[in-house]
Nanobody, 130 residues
Framework: QLQFVESGGGLVQPGGSQRLSCAAS????????ITWFRQAPGKGREAISC???????HYKHDVEGRFTASRDNAKNTVYLQMNSLNPEDAANYFC????????????????????????WGLGTQVTVYS
């Protein structure tokens, strides 16, 4: 099964930084938008960032200015640099592919709509503690 492999999560103190990776396992990075999602315990899955095939980025308002998405097509990997982390950022982080990037990040992605995205991985857990 073709899927992304997310990594880079772990424990971090408030105000700290973390860099997540999303690697295409056994296939080339799709020439499409790649979206980062996160899901905190007891909450829905929310999109927080998207990077287009040409590297244009879009962000949810509460991560803009703190998080930076990038992609290295030669390494088949997308990254999410997260700075100034706070406890509200603690979640399991996922990446998935869709044709175009969304530019408005509102609400949660309903489970019935997960199929609109491809190559879901198992996620990587980010824990922010003090």
């Amino acid at each position: 099964q073709l899927q992304f492999v997310e990594s880079g999560g772990g424990l971090v103190q408030p105000g700290g930084s973390q860099r997540l990776s999303c690697a295409a396992s056994g296939f080339a990075l799709p020439n499409s938008g790649i979206t980062w999602f996160r899901q905190a315990p007891g909450k829905g899955r929310e999109a927080i960032s998207c990077i287009t095939a040409d590297g244009t980025t879009h962000y949810k308002h509460d991560v803009e200015g703190r998080f930076t998405a990038s992609r290295d097509n030669a390494k088949n990997t997308v990254y999410l640099q997260m700075n100034s982390l706070n406890p509200e950022d603690a979640a399991n982080y996922f990446c998935a592919a869709a044709g175009a990037c969304q530019v408005h990040f509102i609400g949660f992605l309903l489970p019935g709509r997960f199929v609109e995205y491809d190559y879901w991985g198992l996620g990587t857990q980010v824990t922010v503690y003090s």
